[in-house]
């Protein structure tokens, strides 16, 4: 199949163009309005001007579906006024001039319960880098042949990612393709989940604004609707889970050159599904991908909280498969155990003699008593996926309760608790997280592979030494 990109390009370009027209809005004081459509670096909005004194002192800040008549038919589903100003310098200084930003604009008759082929089209700064992260794919355009684009399946539906340029402005964009119809509903929440899934494992997440352009046939040749939206901050940071090219980063991989794959399609439609199948996981993927952008401390909290929800999730399932990470994995005897350990207690302090409710807390204890420890369970889903945890990692693991409740670890002090020493030892602790955190992740999407050993990768900088660590880690 050869995707079309042409007439994309050229409909951006021209509706990246300032235009001007009028408002409608029935019963408004916007009604009959002229108005400027511009871009303004990474949004839309657009300005007028309103020269009645009552329209002013009634005017709204927020409105909902104004129409703009022009060139285009547009409609702004939400229309936010955020500036107002005089200028006293014109021959009318009494005229008050707006700004008003719009975070989703819509083709006239946009229709959102009709199902169609869907495309996203974000804007890039530069080319999104896939190769040796995600299995690439070759695509075929009109414009020639490329090798960065990779797919992910979600729900049996196909979801084509390209990354294409425009050569005639330089302009990089990043694509996602449905090859199946369905409502604007539906492939927001389909794209959504394979941006998230992308962000991870690129490092980079794509957003800013982009837009959702619909087609009548898998063709996707001519335009039948769209919408922009403002998106999700772009997000980039330095890190991602696996890196296939060993010579990139050690001269000393050679014997794992044939060994080492980038992240398969098969496993990354494994992580968009799961990312699509739940909420708390794509919060999770999400998580990562935005602290991994912070600064020292919080990126260690951050990776400490995902790490306990990634085992609480992770168990969970294991669970509903049969698979008991408790102490006692028998559940007659777990049974048997409580309501004797609570028969003790009540022979022993009998409720008939103790203040109402007094023996709550302890009978409750008494009910989790099979419960593992947060550290035992922190560990639990490695000794599930048969990963052998490291003293360093044990290490750092044990850090968790203290990140959590915002305290710096003793593992991240070192001598006299310098400033540079305090966050060299911070960033170890934060990169020894996020590559448990990535175990953890890969291993439940079914990976099997060479990942970052980021403390060793960084081993220089944080002076830590790891003698017995490789700059890749096998799981």
Request: charged fraction near 25%; aromatic fraction near 12%.
């Amino acid at each position: 199949m050869e995707f079309r990109y042409k007439h994309v390009f050229d409909f951006i370009n021209q509706f990246e163009t300032p235009k001007e027209g009028i408002l409608k809005q029935k019963n408004s004081t916007l009604d009959q309005v002229q108005a400027k459509l511009m871009l303004n670096e990474s949004e839309f909005a657009i300005r007028f001007s309103i020269d009645n004194i009552e329209t002013r002192i009634n005017k709204k800040p927020i409105h909902k579906n104004v129409f703009f008549s022009g060139i285009d038919q547009l409609k702004f589903t939400t229309f936010f006024i955020n500036h107002s100003y005089f200028n006293i310098s014109t021959n009318s200084p009494f005229i008050e001039h707006y700004n008003a930003q719009l975070s989703q604009i819509e083709s006239k008759n946009f229709n959102s319960k009709k199902d169609f082929f869907y495309r996203l089209v974000i804007p890039v700064k530069e080319k999104v880098d896939i190769i040796f992260k995600i299995q690439d794919t070759v695509f075929k355009t009109e414009l020639g042949r490329s090798r960065t684009g990779t797919c992910t399946i979600i729900d049996s539906v196909e979801y084509n990612v390209h990354c294409i340029e425009d050569k005639n402005t330089n302009r990089h964009f990043l694509v996602i393709n449905s090859s199946k119809e369905q409502n604007i509903n539906i492939f927001r929440k389909k794209s959504f989940s394979v941006l998230i899934g992308l962000g991870y494992l690129l490092g980079y997440y794509a957003g800013g604004r982009g837009y959702y352009i619909a087609y009548n046939n898998i063709q996707m040749d001519s335009i039948h609707q769209y919408l922009h939206s403002e998106l999700r901050d772009t997000m980039q940071s330095s890190y991602h889970p696996v890196y296939a090219n060993a010579y990139g980063w050690s001269r000393n991989r050679k014997h794992l050159k044939r060994k080492m794959e980038p992240v398969s399609i098969k496993d990354f439609s494994k992580l968009c599904q799961k990312i699509d199948g739940s909420l708390d996981f794509a919060s999770v993927c999400l998580s990562i991908i935005e602290v991994s952008t912070s600064s020292l401390f919080p990126m260690a909290c951050g990776y400490a909280v995902a790490l306990e929800s990634l085992s609480e999730i992770i168990l969970s399932d294991w669970e509903q498969n049969g698979v008991s990470s408790a102490p006692i994995t028998d559940k007659k005897v777990s049974k048997l155990l409580v309501r004797e350990l609570i028969k003790t207690l009540h022979q022993i302090c009998p409720p008939s003699s103790t203040p109402e409710n007094s023996l709550t807390p302890l009978q409750k204890r008494i009910e989790n008593v099979n419960q593992k420890t947060n550290f035992n369970a922190l560990k639990a889903p490695f000794e599930l996926y048969g990963i052998n945890l490291t003293e360093q990692d044990i290490d750092v693991l044990k850090t968790r309760n203290d990140f959590l409740h915002g305290r710096i670890p003793l593992l991240a002090k070192d001598a006299n608790d310098t400033i540079d020493n305090l966050n060299k030892g911070l960033f170890y602790a934060a990169i020894r997280l996020y590559t448990l955190v990535n175990i953890q992740i890969l291993k439940y999407i079914g990976f099997s592979g060479w990942i970052v050993n980021y403390p060793k990768r960084f081993e220089k900088y944080h002076k830590i030494k790891l003698p017995l660590e490789k700059t890749f880690r096998k799981i």
